[in-house]
């Protein structure tokens, strides 16, 4: 599976961004699929996940209620929609798919991982 991310820029607090990253192959559905950033100097943290169906959820508490995790099957993409944007967000955020249905929050559940996209948020 190999995966493109895109969609980042610079974008000013409080704006709003939409991050999509396309998957190729016909396993697309099945997957587990993640979004996690890592900013300048840190490591790289959980965003979001989303059930291979869009059933389930879950957010990381720094972005809940204010990032949303969607996907279509049939486009073989999976989105970020980011609102209430603050300077914190600034990170290069990375998509990955899981094999297993149980991926939940950590890095080494995912198996493939896209090239990122960066997000700066000014204030």
């Known amino acids: 599976v190999q995966l493109q991310a895109s969609g980042g820029g610079l974008v000013q607090a409080g704006d709003s961004l939409r991050l999509s990253c396309e998957a190729s192959?016909?396993?697309?559905?099945?997957?587990?699929m993640g979004w996690f950033r890592q900013a300048p100097g840190k490591e790289r943290d959980f965003v979001a996940r989303?059930?291979?169906?869009?059933?389930?959820?879950d957010y990381a508490d720094s972005v809940k209620g204010r990032f949303t995790i969607s996907r279509d099957n049939a486009k073989n993409t999976v989105y970020l929609q980011m609102n209430s944007l603050k300077p914190e967000d600034t990170a290069v955020y990375y998509c990955?798919?899981?094999?297993?249905?149980?991926?939940?929050?950590?890095?080494?559940?995912?198996?493939?991982w896209g090239q990122g996209t960066l997000v700066t948020v000014s204030s």
């Open positions: 990955a798919a899981a094999k297993t249905t149980r991926a939940g929050k950590g890095r080494s559940e995912y198996d493939f």
């Open positions: 192959g016909r396993t697309f559905k099945f997957y587990v």
């Open positions: 989303i059930s291979w169906s869009g059933s389930s959820t």
